[in-house]
């Protein structure tokens, strides 16, 4: 069920996006963003393995979401993970270098 407050988030995402998407998506600085703050655990390139076993290849993470829909969890703060995941809470130009650079993973 959705809530209000839980709608309200949405809606601000969806604003966030739509803001961001008109300017210039960056996924060179969402692979810096990662190298810097994921590849302690993560995998963060399209070959390799996690140091953290448990923490999944983010080339593998549009296999488990859909990568868009990280957006949301991106900007409310990511408390979920694998044990040793710090809290992530970014700011909407973070989460679209981010996600544009999850994109080249895709391929």
Do not use: W
């Amino acid at each position: 069920m959705l809530t209000l407050p839980r709608a309200l988030s949405v809606l601000v995402v969806l604003f966030a996006a739509a803001a961001v998407s008109a300017q210039e998506v960056r996924p060179q600085a969402g692979q810096a963003f990662a190298q810097e703050n994921c590849a302690r655990c993560h995998a963060i390139g399209p070959t390799g393995r996690s140091p953290l076993a448990e923490a999944p290849a983010l080339r593998d993470l549009h296999g488990r979401y859909p990568v868009d829909q990280l957006a949301e969890a991106l900007a409310e703060g990511i408390g979920t993970g694998h044990a040793a995941m710090p809290e992530f809470q970014l700011e909407p130009a973070q989460i679209a270098d981010l996600l544009a650079y999850l994109k080249t993973l895709q391929r």
